[in-house]
């Protein structure tokens, strides 16, 4: 009986949306496994991220650490919002962990990919626009002061 060869053609029709996936799922996988025990000090916190306005849900916030200072598996992090446009990095308000560890001291350019839907063809509906951590204008440095308000990032696309 012959077989036949069965190939799986995944096609995602926009780059940064490869690159942004990509990167979501190996710096969130790499920083989990070396925030216990690396000795590095990590530190968390949140914020919010609005379109015009309205809170973005599924943003992709993407950190890129701005230094040598920093060992190149905690150059990037990741995060994405929720319903309420809200994201966090190490722990919620009341203490419970997220699934995003925190980052080391220092300053980070933020980036920003707002996928289309939760599906593996999921587009960035930016269009790369606030996406590119060398010309992006949003910065954030850690530790974030608590006593601070909190992060709000306002993106805008309609002039």
């Given at each position: ?6 190939s ?12 942004h996936?990509a990167?979501?799922?190996?710096s ?25 306005g309205?809170p973005?849900?599924r943003?992709?916030?993407?950190l ?5 200072a ?17 994201f ?8 419970t962990p997220?699934?995003?560890p ?28 606030f ?12 530790p974030?002061?608590?006593s ?6 306002e ?5």
């Amino acid at each position: 009986m012959k077989q036949k060869n069965r190939s799986l053609t995944l096609s995602l029709t926009t780059p940064v949306t490869i690159f942004h996936i990509a990167l979501l799922l190996l710096s969130g996988s790499s920083l989990v496994g070396c925030s216990s025990g690396d000795g590095v000090e990590r530190h968390g916190f949140s914020g919010v991220v609005t379109v015009d306005g309205e809170p973005a849900d599924r943003m992709i916030v993407q950190l890129t650490h701005q230094g040598p200072a920093v060992d190149d598996r905690d150059r990037y992090a990741s995060s994405h919002s929720d319903a309420n446009g809200e994201f966090v990095f190490g722990e919620f308000a009341d203490g419970t962990p997220s699934r995003f560890p925190g980052v080391p001291a220092g300053e980070y350019a933020v980036t920003f990919s707002w996928l289309s839907s939760d599906e593996l063809e999921a587009v960035d509906k930016l269009n790369g626009k606030f996406a590119d951590s060398n010309t992006t204008q949003h910065r954030v440095t850690v530790p974030v002061d608590p006593s601070a308000a909190p992060l709000r990032f306002e993106l805008i696309t309609k002039r």
